[in-house]
């Protein structure tokens, strides 16, 4: 049985602490989307081109700034919707294109802030944000364990994650892995079971809430 992230968790969380050197700005990243991430290629086969085409992803930052802009300990939040399965770097060829995304600042963050943020967002995703259709503030709450595997992200009423570990239980063809890497460029990722995923918001023409699926990471990030 391939259960890889359940050994995974705790070494990682040591690495998470310790940004690399020369970092501009570095924190926690948290991803979920409409699909399994961890899987085996037969639950793969059966969703693609049918789920997987919404994600939410946060930033948290920790450390640093962008564009001159100090950050640290605000977050952004960049929700997604596209044309087909969410899956770059996949097993199979899928064209998600386009892809239109809504992206929610921190509503503690001023307007350099906010820009700086929205900048940031844009640089780190940047097939993802194309289409931008709405950008807002609101109040973020978001808190990564990674050594229990619980990433738990709240914008508002907008947008939500909450994750748990990744447990024996969850394996179910027995030859699951990570399937789909995650969406933006980031270190020590780990999947995890999402508990719940919601996106409530304007911009989309679509809302969604999604539990139950092995669908997240959580993650850290510097650049």
């Known amino acids: 049985m391939t259960c890889k992230p ?46 997987g085409k919404e994600a939410v992803l946060a ?19 960049l929700v997604i919707k596209g044309e087909d399965t969410l899956g770059f770097g996949g097993s199979f060829r899928i064209s998600p294109d386009p892809i239109e995304s809504v992206i929610l600042v921190d509503k503690k963050a001023n307007q350099q802030q906010r820009d700086a943020l929205v900048a940031f967002v844009k640089y780190s995703a940047k097939k993802l944000t194309q289409h931008v259709k ?46 789909y890497p995650p969406l933006t460029d980031v270190d020590n990722y780990h999947p995890a079971f999402t508990k719940q995923l919601k ?18 990471f959580l993650a850290t990030f510097e650049k």
């Not at 359940?6 to 040591?14: D, E, Q, R, V, W």
């Not at 920790?62 to 939040?77: F, I, M, P, R, T």
């Not at 996106?199 to 997240?216: D, F, H, M």
Request: charged letters at 25%; glycine letters at 12%; aromatic letters at 8%.
């Open 6 to 51: 359940l050994l995974l968790a705790g070494c990682l969380t040591i690495l998470a602490a310790t940004p690399g050197f020369g970092a501009e700005i570095s924190g926690e990243y948290l991803e979920a989307r409409s699909c399994d991430v961890w899987t085996g290629p037969c639950f793969a086969n059966g969703e693609i081109g049918l789920s």
């Open 59 to 77: 930033w948290k930052v920790d450390k640093g700034s962008w564009q001159g802009v100090e950050l640290k300990n605000l977050s952004a939040v």
């Open 134 to 179: 709405r950008v807002e503030s609101t109040d973020i709450q978001f808190k990564n364990d990674h050594v229990e595997g619980v990433g738990v992200l709240k914008a508002g009423d907008l947008a939500e994650i909450e994750t748990r570990e990744l447990r024996h239980g969850d394996c179910i063809c027995t030859n699951e892995d990570i399937f």
């Open 199 to 216: 996106y409530t918001g304007k911009g989309l023409n679509q809302t969604w809430e999604l539990p139950g699926q092995r669908s997240a």
